[in-house]
């Protein structure tokens, strides 16, 4: 039941954003978050004009 509950939290979930260069869009690079951080980075990279590739990381079943 805990993974279960985790991720009824949002907990469990994770994602990879990737940063983008400007010109060519070529990764820049690369970190992973929880949910609850991904808003967060999203709007401080719209504040700047900054271009992300956002994608959820695959998790194991344990």
Do not use: C, H, N, Y
Request: hydrophobic share 45%; glycine share 6%.
């Amino acid at each position: 039941m805990g993974a279960e509950a985790d991720q009824a939290k949002g907990e469990a979930m994770r994602f990879e954003i990737t940063r983008l260069d400007d010109v060519d869009g070529t990764p820049v690079d690369t970190i992973v978050v929880d949910a609850a951080s991904v808003s967060r980075i999203v709007q401080q990279a719209a504040a700047i004009g900054q271009r992300l590739w956002i994608r959820p990381v695959e998790t194991s079943a344990s």
